[in-house]
Each structure stands twice: as structure tokens, then as C-alpha cells.
């Protein structure tokens, strides 16, 4: 199977520890230049960038974000245009499990080229316990249920590849959006329990610069309230919201969602 590692070219220690860990495993693998969407040019943006469509769907993307979706958007044109059949995506602050192998073959098995399909091997934080099906040894694959971030560590076919990108591309939305882009019918999504690929300490700084919202705390929180108001209507956000609550009230009080500990 293909493997890339997304990679700054001035991240030299995060490259070289990616490799190491990649070679002890003996896992091929080819470095993907990454996107520093902070040094991009107006015109580039321009073209690869649809600013209006993301301030519609949630809000304007940081250099950062639109950098790390470009570099991720990036590997789906190459499967697409090398007939690439699956792939293992990782950032380079990814720490990797010794049984990596084997849990890629399983997946390879499992999901042809030509059927839609990413699953999750970082972290995950609830999944529907009920969703559940033996991978391997003590692995298993779940549907995600709520919010997931994180795209350090992914397995991707190549028509789920084809759909991201046609779906995707020009950038309005984060590369790891999981949840939007189901509710969006883009990608199927699965979650590897336990996950195998965790993140190492440079994950605490980023190479690129910050990624995810830009304000935090209460005036981060009532920006982005604000934001959904404007942008989506009161009413069909409140009824989202009141739909999203019954739903997960209702899966929690049956016992259907299940968290998964960090062991990273």
C-alpha cells in the first residue's frame, strides 16, 4: 500500500523521525511536500481558496488550514491521477503502533479501490458501540459518532479519494472534518478502536502555525455562536441544535456510545 508523509521541507527532524519509525516497520513510503498556506500568493488563493463558500459554512480559514487541506487534497489528486488503488496518509507528528502492517492489509482486503471509504486510525473520542466488527486481533472498526478531528493518520481508497477532491477543492473547509463531511455525503468514515496511530510530542507545536479556530476561550465561543446565527438563520440553527441534543441524549441513555481512552 501507498503511504505518504506530509512534510514541510524545513521540518527536518519531523521527517526523520517519521522515517525511522516507517523503516522499522518496513513500510514504504514517499514524503509529500506540504502546503505553507501562509506564504501563499493573492492569485494562488485566488484559485485554490473559496473564501466565500467557507465563511458560509462556518467561517474565514486561517493560512495554516487552508496549507494543511491543500497538502491532504493534494495526495487525492495523486491517487486519482496514478491510479493509486489505497493509501496511508500521516502527518509528520504521527507515532506509530508495531502492528500497523497488519492492520493495513485487513483494510486493503476489506474495501476495494472503487468503493467510497476513509477510516480513521488516530484517535477517536465516541464511536456507536453497537457499529462494531472485528478487523483483527483486538481491533475493531466503528462508525465515528460526534465531533472527530485529526487527520494525522488515515486510510483512504481511491474513489473515496476522487470524491474528496471533487467535493473539496477549491478550499472551504478544514482536511478534517469528519463529521461535516458525512453529514455532507462526501465520505464514508470509520474509526479504527483501539486506534493505532497516535501523536508524538512535536504534535504540541506546529510546524505550519496554529491550526483550528483562531479566538478560544468565551470570546472564541461567542464569535463563533454568532457566526452560525448570521450565517445559517436562528431558527434552523436552533432546531439543529435541539435535534443534534434528543439524538445524543438518546444514544448515551441506551448505551450505544462508547469513548475511546488516549493512549498517546
Not at 53 to 81: F, N, P, Q, W
Not at 136 to 145: F, H
Not at 186 to 215: H, N
Request: charged share 25%; proline share 4%; hydrophobic share 40%.
Amino acid at each position: 500500500m501507498s503511504c505518504f508523509v506530509i512534510n514541510l521541507e524545513s521540518a527536518v527532524d519531523r521527517r526523520e523521525a517519521m522515517a525511522q519509525q516507517l523503516r522499522t516497520l518496513d513500510i514504504p513510503f514517499e514524503i509529500f511536500p506540504a502546503v505553507d498556506g501562509r506564504k501563499m500568493s493573492e492569485l494562488q488563493l485566488k484559485e485554490q481558496y473559496n473564501g466565500d463558500k467557507a465563511v458560509r459554512e462556518r467561517e474565514k480559514m486561517t493560512g495554516a488550514e487552508i496549507g494543511c487541506a491543500l497538502s491532504h487534497l493534494g495526495i487525492y489528486r495523486k491517487m486519482v491521477d496514478e491510479n493509486i488503488p489505497h493509501a496511508l496518509i500521516l502527518e509528520d507528528d504521527a507515532e506509530l503502533s508495531p502492528d500497523l502492517n497488519t492492520i493495513l492489509e485487513q483494510l486493503e482486503s476489506r474495501y476495494p479501490a472503487g468503493q467510497e471509504m476513509v477510516v480513521l486510525l488516530n484517535h477517536v473520542p465516541k464511536y456507536l458501540k453497537r457499529s462494531q466488527v472485528s478487523l483483527t486481533g483486538d481491533r475493531k472498526l466503528a462508525e465515528t459518532y460526534g465531533l472527530c478531528w485529526n487527520a494525522h493518520g488515515y486510510f483512504i481508497t481511491r474513489q473515496a479519494a476522487r470524491h474528496m477532491l471533487d467535493k473539496l477543492f477549491p478550499v472551504w473547509i478544514v482536511a478534517d472534518h469528519w463529521l461535516r463531511f458525512q453529514e455532507l455525503r462526501i465520505v464514508p468514515v470509520r474509526a479504527l478502536v483501539p486506534y493505532c496511530v497516535g501523536l508524538r510530542e512535536a504534535a504540541e507545536i506546529s510546524s505550519i502555525g496554529t491550526r483550528g479556530d483562531k479566538q478560544n476561550g468565551f470570546a472564541g465561543r461567542l464569535k463563533r455562536l454568532g457566526d452560525r446565527y448570521w450565517h445559517r438563520g436562528l431558527p434552523q440553527y436552533l432546531y439543529r441544535r435541539m435535534v443534534r441534543l434528543f439524538s445524543r441524549s438518546l444514544a448515551i441513555a441506551s448505551g450505544n456510545v462508547m469513548w475511546q481512552q488516549k493512549i498517546w
